[in-house]
């Protein structure tokens, strides 16, 4: 039987007719289901569609949501609609072979109970799952991953994960591969291990704040698969025993990262029964109770460019107790040990049984907190450039600072040993006269002095040197201290202006009597106690020619 042309003609348009547009649909409701809803939309949708959540206000669920289909949902404005699991229930599951995005939302009061296949009370993910700009708080799973359990490929941007509850993992449990970037990790607890994160998987985890994290062990970060920290700071984590920051059985590269302020009864730093690996990294200022301030290694441990300084235990603690790191070492050169006691494999080149000179943990600039190298601190330029990797441009905060910098004024450029480079201080001073030059006037020379650097200026000092056609009358600073000489008499004027920090500026007045005819000269300049990068612009001379 042959077919009418025209049957043909629609059969081929049908066979290669182009599929379906992607659309978009728009939730306005917070209600849980019916017309309008996100679950009904969520069930309407085709793959490749996007919804937009523009409603005020909080969604609450009386049962989880199911991603099984390839969709993007977003918040607009970001970070104004939260969907609430009300504490009854998980808030999303995102289902095998689906590829999905979530951009500006809040996940909060997610809960699943019960046995261990419930797990993530916030997002279960089985699929891949990116989520920008997500904000994950207040969650609760009985077993593991507070606010998320992932099996598939998850990667979190730029999230907060805060305030969630766990047995294993309070904020995030890993068993896939997870990247988590420019994201902070902050105040979840584990009343087993990893109060933050619990990785058995591939973890990446680059320019992250992972801080005031708890478990009864491991408080900040526990790993036994493959896992590599960069540019991110962990700190201020705590637990009963056995660690405080990091506890690692599997393979983890720190790099560029610090590990600081936490603390544990047992290890307060980092605990390693694996590989580890350190480097150009700052674990300091850790606090082990009894045991050991910074690390103990048990497994392989390779370090280079890298401060283990500064670690402390409790005064009077066991005999056997260790200030900063207990094990064995395969050192590539150039570390900081500040207690050697208990280290072994270190090599000419370490540096041991000396204090780092860092500064306190604070904001040194960048996304994450950092303790940078005072000026003359034995870890500027103590580095090896060549362990540098070829892609590490940038210290730990990133844009702005960069990685290798000539920061002792021995005209070598090498890199720093630890996380922060010391980018070096530019004083920069300026000065104006107003008034006169003629006999029996009165001159106001105006000095300014600022820091034109990304470093505290130490020590600074300005000083003006009066010549015997201007007698001193008066001065003031704006910072300080003065040294003049008496009034009526020319001599040299001292500012102990003391620190500056980066951008800040001091002033000094200085009010003379002209006593000589014209050109009257005069001619100041700063020093400090940290090495000035630019010099040329630390002298400024004014002629008053009438």
């Given at each position: 039987m042959k077919l009418p042309l025209t049957c043909l003609c629609f059969a081929a348009i049908a066979l290669f007719a182009a599929p379906a547009e992607s659309a978009t649909h728009t939730v306005r409701s917070t209600r849980d289901s019916g017309a309008g809803s996100l679950r009904q939309i969520l069930f309407r949708a085709r793959a490749g569609d996007t919804i937009v959540l523009r409603f005020r206000g909080t969604l609450e669920l009386r049962s989880e949501l199911v991603l099984n289909k390839n969709l993007t949902l977003r918040g607009v404005p970001a970070g104004r609609s939260r969907i609430s699991g009300g504490d009854v229930t998980r808030i999303l599951r995102v289902t095998e072979g689906v590829a999905a995005t979530l951009e500006g939302l809040l996940f909060e009061e997610g809960l699943v109970e019960g046995d261990e296949e419930e797990v993530g009370a916030a997002i279960l993910n089985e699929g891949t799952l990116t989520a920008q700009n997500c904000t994950l708080?207040?969650?609760?799973?009985?077993?593991?991953?507070?606010?998320?359990?992932?099996?598939?490929?998850?990667?979190?941007?730029?999230?907060?994960?805060?305030?969630?509850?766990?047995?294993?993992?309070?904020?995030?449990?890993?068993?896939?591969?997870?990247?988590?970037?420019?994201?902070?990790?902050?105040?979840?607890?584990?009343?087993?291990?990893?109060?933050?994160?619990?990785?058995?998987?591939?973890?990446?985890?680059?320019?992250?704040?992972?801080?005031?994290?708890?478990?009864?062990?491991?408080?900040?970060?526990?790993?036994?698969?493959?896992?590599?920290?960069?540019?991110?700071?962990?700190?201020?984590?705590?637990?009963?025993?056995?660690?405080?920051?990091?506890?690692?059985?599997?393979?983890?590269?720190?790099?560029?990262?610090?590990?600081?302020?936490?603390?544990?009864?047992?290890?307060?730093?980092?605990?390693?029964?694996?590989?580890?690996?350190?480097?150009?990294?700052?674990?300091?200022?850790?606090?082990?109770?009894?045991?050991?301030?910074?690390?103990?290694?048990?497994?392989?441990?390779?370090?280079?460019?890298?401060?283990?300084?500064?670690?402390?235990?409790?005064?009077?603690?066991?005999?056997?107790?260790?200030?900063?790191?207990?094990?064995?070492?395969?050192?590539?050169?150039h570390n900081l040990i500040g207690d050697s006691t208990g280290a072994s494999g270190l090599v000419e080149s370490d540096l041991r049984?000396?204090?780092?000179?860092?500064?306190?943990?604070?904001?040194?600039?960048?996304?994450?907190?950092?303790?940078?190298?005072?000026?003359?601190?034995?870890v500027i330029d103590g580095g090896d450039n060549a362990l540098v990797d070829s892609s590490l441009t940038t210290d730990q905060r990133g844009n702005g600072f960069s990685r290798v910098v000539e920061g002792n004024g021995y005209g070598n450029s090498t890199v720093d040993i630890g996380a922060v480079e010391y980018q070096g201080v530019d004083l920069a001073l300026t000065k104006k006269a107003t008034g006169r030059a003629a006999l029996g006037t009165r001159v106001t020379y105006t000095l300014t002095v600022r820091n034109l650097?990304?470093?505290?200026?130490?020590?600074?000092?300005?000083?003006?040197?009066?010549?015997?056609?201007?007698?001193?009358?008066?001065?003031?600073?704006?910072?300080g201290t003065l040294v003049t000489p008496p009034v009526g008499v020319s001599g040299s004027i001292k500012a102990n202006v003391g620190a500056l920090a980066p951008g800040d500026s001091a002033r000094v007045q200085i009010t003379v009597r002209v006593v000589a005819r014209p050109p009257l000269s005069n001619t100041a300049y700063v020093e400090m106690a940290s090495f000035d990068v630019n010099v040329e612009n630390d002298v400024d001379t004014v002629v008053l020619r009438r």
């Open positions: 708080s207040d969650n609760y799973s009985y077993y593991a991953g507070g606010a998320i359990f992932n099996r598939g490929e998850l990667v979190l941007e730029r999230c907060q994960v805060f305030r969630n509850s766990s047995e294993l993992g309070g904020g995030v449990y890993n068993l896939g591969s997870l990247q988590i970037t420019y994201s902070n990790l902050s105040g979840n607890r584990a009343s087993s291990v990893g109060g933050a994160l619990y990785s058995l998987g591939d973890l990446n985890l680059d320019t992250c704040l992972v801080s005031e994290n708890y478990a009864d062990g491991a408080g900040g970060i526990a790993t036994g698969g493959v896992a590599v920290i960069t540019a991110s700071a962990v700190v201020r984590n705590g637990t009963t025993s056995p660690v405080g920051a990091i506890a690692n059985w599997g393979e983890l590269l720190v790099s560029n990262s610090t590990v600081s302020g936490n603390r544990s009864d047992a290890i307060g730093g980092i605990g390693n029964s694996g590989q580890l690996t350190l480097r150009n990294s700052t674990i300091s200022d850790n606090y082990g109770t009894n045991s050991i301030g910074g690390i103990e290694s048990n497994g392989t441990l390779t370090m280079g460019n890298t401060i283990v300084a500064g670690n402390r235990i409790q005064p009077g603690g066991d005999e056997e107790s260790i200030f900063d790191i207990q094990g064995e070492i395969t050192s590539l050169g049984d000396l204090t780092a000179r860092l500064g306190p943990l604070q904001d040194n600039g960048g996304p994450t907190p950092t303790q940078a190298p005072l000026a003359w601190s034995p650097g990304l470093e505290t200026a130490e020590g600074v000092v300005i000083t003006d040197e009066l010549t015997g056609g201007a007698r001193f009358l008066s001065a003031s600073t704006t910072q």
